[in-house]
Structure formats: structure tokens, C-alpha cells
């Protein structure tokens, strides 16, 4: 590879045809649990004006300060890239109405994000989520089906070593006096914080909960606990969470450090990681967001959602087997004048549902029969100007090695006879 090369940007990734198909499986499971809850497919742009995020995840947000890919267009609009999609849903669920349309919108997507950060193992610049958010009920019930959901998700992937951590971060009411308090607590070990902490310190003290500093953790073991700071109502809504999922025999680690980072989140709050990914072992992420769609201009609606990575949720299917789109019938051809014949016969196998190869070099009979075996076809058939002259085609079986006559007109019904 030459200077001249154009390669990949740092932190993206191609896809390969070998990958894709595990992408393909993953994605086509989503779509069928999701739609085992109710759930319906939402898709938005790949950017949107930059005050969406801004002002829903927050300018003081590692995002918004340091990762978004942010420009201004020729018309002097502020853009970003999604680097995270419950705004993008929001934003869409407000604009159209949906809340007018169903008091309960179940909405789940598939989507590329872009955040420049540093990249390492499962986490790309521009990266992949699935997710869903539930917008219009406040009640416990759809915080215990979205994290069954999810966790049904990962079930059928065949994903193991899960863990459900889960907290509640309570109303924005509760949320004052315990900000308050984590500062007089945290306020003596000031000069003892990271950086980012000492900035999170008056903007975002919660963040700190957050830190991957060994020696602020062990600070932090002393640190008041925010469920001493629920509002009743608060504590009776966790309440429930635990009881429903208690019911539907989901386990799970109560984390009462466990706090997500964006500003929008209320109440539940919870994550799912994997002992099989290392440090950065988090899946999937989420809870509340009941003040989300008023912050950004539409009617209050209480919402709660989660959004998984998903090149972190195929390295943990690397094992899996994956079902290929497997070639069943190769057209083995000879001479020009079969090439017509050829092409047609290979256009009404495919309507019918097989997957069908010819070769398109011009090949040996020797070269085309080891493509075909190579492909671990089925069945090949074999096509020259003799059996093209006698209407009669051969069908090899590679499996037993047998091969038979069949009518050219009767090709059609009979491999659709055989077994694939």
C-alpha cells in the first residue's frame, strides 16, 4: 500500500462482508424482540442543530464540551453529528406529535453515532447503538418491561457473565439538597480530584460518582448516599421498579453511585455490563428522562429508554455462529450459447427463493465445479452445448456425488423437490 492509498479515518472501521453478517444477526434479533413488546422502528437524521444537544445533555457534558463533530454550515446554521440519540427522538416525537397521536409511543432504533474520543477496544469515533424509548407513562411497570426488554435482547444473543446494576437518582427536587451535600462532603478532598472532577465539582458534582480514579473511588466510599435524599414519592416509584422485576426474577446489584451522565435523567437509572469485556465492561445504559421533552420545548411527558453499544455487544458474540447467506444451486456452463440460458435460468431460481451463482469468468469446467465446491453448494447444475441441444441438464448432488438428467423445462420444479 502506496502513499497515494486513501485509508480509513482513525476510529471508524469498514464493515466487511464476513462482519456484516454478524451485524445482520444482531440487528434482526433486536427487531424481533422489540416487536415482542410493542416496539416500532424511528429513524433520524445523522445531524441535527447543535443547540439539541446542548441543551438537552448539557454544555458542561464531555460531550458537548469536548466530543461532538460540530460545524456551520453555508447558511450559517450550527450543526452536530448525533453523538447520542434519546434528543433525536425526542426532538422527533415532539415535532410530529406523536403524544397526540397515542398516549404511548414505543419507539427502538438502530443508528450510527459520532463522538471524537480517544478510540480503544469495542469503541469507535463513529460507533453503532440500538435502544428504544417509551414516551407517556410514569408509572413503574414500563421502567421493569424496558430493562426486561433489554436484558431479553442480550438473552437471545446468547450473551453471558451479565450483571443488571440499577439506582435511583430521584426527582430534580431531591437531586438540590443531595448536590449540596455531595459538595460539603467532597469540598475538603478538593485539591485531592482530577481535574475533570474539580470542574464537575459546581457545575455537575453527580458526574464525579462516575470517576475511574482508583483514589477517588476510595474517597467516594464515604460519600452520602442519594437515596437518603428521595422524596417519598421517589422511594414508593424505586419501590415498585424492584418489586415488578423481582416478579419477572430479574437479578440485580443495587449501585447507589450508579448515575448516568447526562443531564436530562430523573428516578431510575441503570446499566447492564459484562464480566467478558474487560474494564470499559458496560453494555447497555439508561432510565429516566421525565423532564427531557419540556426541556426542549414540547409538552412535560415522562420518558425512559436505554441505548447499548453494539460493537461492544459483538465482541461479546464473537463465539456465536452466525447463519451465512449460504449459496444452495451453482450453474456449471460451457460454450457461448449456453450463457443465455444461463442467465435466465439462474433469474428464476432466484425468484423462487434459492440462492443461485454462475461464473461470470468464462471458466473451465474443472475451475467452475471447484468454485462450486469451494462455495459448499448443495447442488450444481451443469449446463453445456450438448445438453443444451437435448433439453436434458445434468444436476449434481455434492453430497453423494450423484448426478441425473432433468428436463431444461422441468428444472425449476425440481430443485424446488430437493431438500436445502
Given amino acids: 500500500m502506496n502513499n497515494k492509498t486513501i485509508r480509513a479515518i482513525k476510529g471508524t472501521q469498514d464493515i466487511l462482508p464476513e462482519e456484516s453478517i454478524k451485524w445482520q444477526s444482531l440487528e434482526d434479533q433486536i427487531r424481533k424482540i422489540t416487536s415482542h413488546y410493542g416496539y416500532h422502528e424511528i429513524r433520524t437524521p445523522a445531524f441535527e442543530k447543535t443547540k439539541l ?39 422527533a416525537f415532539i415535532q410530529h406529535n406523536l403524544g397526540r397521536i ?64 440499577l439506582n435511583s437518582i430521584g426527582s430534580p427536587e431531591c437531586r438540590i439538597n443531595y448536590r449540596a451535600a455531595l459538595q460539603k462532603f467532597l469540598k475538603p478532598h478538593f485539591s485531592e480530584l482530577t481535574e475533570t472532577s474539580q470542574k464537575r465539582f459546581n457545575d455537575n458534582p453527580l458526574r464525579i460518582l462516575d470517576t475511574k480514579a482508583s483514589h477517588e473511588i476510595k474517597i467516594l466510599e464515604d460519600a452520602p448516599n442519594i437515596s437518603d435524599y428521595l422524596t417519598n414519592e421517589d ?56 423532564g427531557l421533552t419540556e426541556m426542549l420545548g414540547g409538552k412535560p411527558t415522562p420518558g425512559i429508554g436505554f441505548a447499548a ?8 458474540m464473537k ?16 460454450g457461448e450459447k449456453t450463457r443465455a440460458t444461463v442467465i435466465k435460468l439462474a433469474q428464476d431460481l432466484r425468484n423462487q427463493s434459492l440462492n443461485t451463482e454462475f461464473d461470470l469468468l468464462r471458466r473451465s469446467l474443472k475451475a467452475q465445479l471447484k468454485e462450486a465446491n469451494k462455495m459448499n ?44
Wanted: with cysteine; proline share 2%.
Fill in 377 to 420: 453448494v448443495k447442488y450444481a447444475i451443469i449446463i453445456g452445448d450438448k445438453e443444451l441441444e437435448s433439453n436434458q441438464l445434468e444436476v449434481k448432488d455434492f453430497l453423494t456425488g450423484n448426478q441425473q438428467k432433468v428436463e431444461l423445462n422441468k428444472i425449476i420444479e425440481h430443485m424446488n423437490s430437493l431438500s436445502f
Fill in 309 to 316: 453499544g453494539m460493537e461492544r455487544v459483538l465482541l461479546l
Fill in 102 to 165: 397515542n398516549p404511548i409511543n414505543k419507539l427502538y432504533y438502530i443508528d450510527a453515532l459520532f463522538r471524537r474520543e480517544r478510540p480503544q477496544k469495542g469503541r469507535y469515533r463513529q460507533f453503532h447503538q440500538f435502544g428504544v424509548e417509551a414516551f407517556g407513562s410514569e408509572h413503574p411497570e414500563i421502567d421493569a418491561e424496558v430493562i426486561a426488554l433489554a436484558i431479553s435482547i442480550f438473552k437471545s444473543l446468547g450473551l453471558e457473565g451479565l450483571k443488571l446494576n
Fill in 319 to 334: 463465539s456465536k455462529q452466525f447463519n451465512k447467506n449460504k449459496v444452495q444451486i451453482y450453474i456449471v456452463s460451457l
Fill in 235 to 290: 422511594q414508593t416509584h424505586f419501590n415498585e421498579v424492584i418489586e415488578y422485576l423481582d416478579i419477572l426474577e430479574i437479578q440485580y446489584k443495587l449501585m447507589p453511585r450508579l448515575v448516568r451522565g447526562l443531564d436530562y435523567y430523573t428516578r431510575t437509572t441503570f446499566e447492564i455490563t459484562s464480566s467478558n469485556l474487560g474494564a470499559q465492561n458496560a453494555i447497555c445504559g439508561g432510565g429516566r428522562y421525565d
Fill in 53 to 91: 444537544f446542548s441543551r438537552s445533555v448539557g454544555e458542561e457534558t464531555d460531550i458537548v464540551s469536548k466530543e461532538m463533530y460540530s460545524w456551520t454550515d453555508q447558511g450559517g446554521e450550527d450543526l452536530t453529528l448525533k453523538p447520542e440519540l434519546t434528543a433525536s427522538v425526542a426532538r
